[in-house]
């Protein structure tokens, strides 16, 4: 059975930091492009960065500089490191596991709140 389990979310103030993982089981890690995802009510679901196996990176241009994805293929989790936080960061943040293949199933986890206000 596949899992994607965020953690890491919560309640903070502008200019700050929260820490975001995704532990994943069931899947061979190492193979799948991961990616943060978010998603505000009535709006659709946006790409925030991801990683790809070999570790090429692309980030949304709203949270270039300020957030940083990164994956630790030993610990099959993935992160993304959130500066610099503002009001238009809040969202539901949604792990994402990409297999880049017409063949294999794309994997969501449960999402996790990040909500930025003072």
């Known amino acids: 059975q596949v899992q994607l389990v965020e953690s890491g979310g919560g309640l903070v103030q502008p200019g700050g930091s929260l820490r975001l993982s995704c532990v994943t089981s069931g899947i061979i890690f190492g193979s799948y492009r991961m990616g943060w995802y978010r998603q505000v009510p009535g709006k659709q679901r946006e790409l925030a960065a991801y990683?790809?196996?070999?570790?090429?990176?692309n980030y949304a241009e709203s949270v270039k500089g300020r957030f940083t994805i990164s994956r630790d293929n030993a610990k099959n989790t993935v992160h993304l490191q959130m500066n610099s936080l503002k009001p238009d960061d809040t969202a539901v943040y949604y792990c994402n596991a990409d297999p880049r293949s017409a063949i294999l199933q794309t994997y969501w986890g449960q999402g996790t709140q990040v909500t930025v206000s003072s």
């Open positions: 990683i790809t196996n070999i570790g090429n990176t």
